[in-house]
Nanobody, 122 residues
């Protein structure tokens, strides 16, 4: 059984920073790609970033490149999303998920946590 717990969200002013964490209870965590996704009210869930099991491969959606950074600590079974220069359009519930193999499509992922709310005020 895979369990994911996201944390670190909050309210921040535009231009500010937040760091999200995704703690996973899964065997052999290093086998899994871990993706971050977000969903704003009334919108479809969208890809934000993904990282490979060893951390050597990362992908970002264009709108966050240069501002967000994904990393992982396999010993702690945790993936992080550092978000800098936040914009109001980054406001959403942020979710993490795991899968074997890289995908930027949320429909390819089977397990989800409860999410963490990020609100960026202008």
């Amino acid at each position: 059984q895979v369990q994911l717990v996201e944390s670190g969200g909050g309210l921040v002013q535009a231009g500010g920073s937040l760091s999200l964490s995704c703690a996973a209870s899964v065997r052999t965590f290093s086998y899994y790609f871990v993706g971050w996704f977000r969903q704003a009210p009334g919108k479809e869930r969208e890809f934000v970033a993904v990282i490979s099991g060893g951390g050597g491969t990362t992908r970002y959606t264009d709108s966050v490149k240069g501002r967000f950074s994904i990393s992982r600590d396999n010993a702690m079974k945790t993936v992080y999303l550092r978000m800098n220069s936040l914009k109001p359009e980054d406001t959403a519930v942020y979710y993490c998920s795991v899968r074997v193999g890289l995908s930027t499509d949320y429909r390819a992922y089977d397990y989800w946590g409860q999410g963490t709310q990020v609100t960026v005020s202008s």
